[in-house]
């Protein structure tokens, strides 16, 4: 069982950053491939990007790419994403999910566990 938690959202104007933190409970957060979704109001949940359980393997949605970083520290059992030059079109909530894996999953199906989510708004 993983519980998983977000936080750094919140309010930005378009080109500005935010930085968002998953902290998972648990003694095997290493061993889950982690991915990070996000859903806008009125439309499908959407896969934005995901880790390895090493971190060595990292996969981007095409609309992040190059703006959008995940990275993980599992000694603190905690995974990240770094967003920059944010776009009013990247508001939506985003949730975080592990599922214990050897792989990067890019479908919200593939995952196990999911946290509560946080409100990313983007400001034009």
């Known amino acids: 069982q993983v519980q998983l938690v977000e936080s750094g959202g919140g309010l930005v104007q378009a080109g500005g950053s935010l930085r968002l933190s998953c902290a998972a409970s648990?003694?095997?957060?290493?061993?889950?491939?982690m991915g990070w979704f996000r859903q806008a109001p009125g439309k499908e949940r959407e896969f934005v990007a995901a880790i390895s359980w090493s971190g060595r393997s990292t996969v981007y949605a095409y609309s992040v790419k190059g703006r959008f970083t995940t990275s993980r520290d599992n000694a603190k059992n905690t995974v990240y994403l770094q967003m920059n030059s944010l776009k009013p079109e990247d508001t939506a909530v985003y949730y975080c999910a592990a599922r214990p894996i050897i792989g990067v999953p890019t479908t919200s199906s593939e995952y196990n566990y999911w946290g509560q989510g946080t409100q990313v708004t983007v400001s034009s």
């Open positions: 648990g003694r095997t957060f290493s061993s889950y491939a």
